[in-house]
């Protein structure tokens, strides 16, 4: 009796787990197309007023959420897929998050109409850089060790 209950329980999380992948899966295409969409608004807002070097700058920002939106949604097929969940894509989605504000926050500086000495933060950038050498060192790490996993599982004699 303990038993069939464990056995519909597990049935029940199961089905439960895959409606929430599919919510999620449906969630992030939804969350690309309106980025993609405020992407295409800023590149024409970009060329309306003339300014293509800051609306360029702007809409490479826009794109690293797409960046960060596709590493997802690739980590999501590959779960549905195989069950497996890669911790090397929160590694890339922090380390695209760190490129975005190396490369957004000097814009926002630059356009603020303010002197640029008081709002440069030179702690603030040198913290953001040592971070993305921290999370760069680890995704190597990660990285090397997930391949030196696969090539011993393919050079075993079991295969």
């Avoid at 405020?38 to 800051?54: K, T, Y």
């Avoid at 097929?77 to 590694?91: D, L, P, S, W």
């Avoid at 926050?105 to 008081?118: D, F, K, L, M």
Wanted: proline share 2%; hydrophobic share 55%; charged share 10%.
């Amino acid at each position: 009796m303990i038993a069939t209950f464990e056995d519909r329980l597990l049935t029940v999380l199961r089905a439960f787990n895959h409606l929430l992948h599919a919510f999620l899966a449906i969630a992030l295409v939804l969350a690309s197309l309106m980025v993609l969409w405020e992407f295409s608004v800023a590149v024409v807002h970009a060329v309306e007023i003339n300014n293509l070097a800051h609306g360029f700058l702007q809409s490479l920002g826009t794109l690293f959420i797409v960046w960060t939106l596709s590493s997802l949604i690739s980590a999501e097929i590959n779960y549905v897929q195989t069950g497996v969940f890669h911790v090397v894509v929160f590694i890339e989605v922090a380390m695209i998050t760190l490129l975005r504000q190396l490369i957004v926050e000097p814009v926002r500086t630059a356009t603020a109409g303010q002197n640029v000495e008081q709002l440069f933060n030179p702690w603030h950038y040198g913290l953001l850089l040592a971070s993305l050498l921290v999370i760069g060192i680890l995704h190597k790490l990660v990285t090397s060790s997930e391949k030196k996993a696969l090539d011993q599982e393919c050079s075993s004699p079991g295969l």
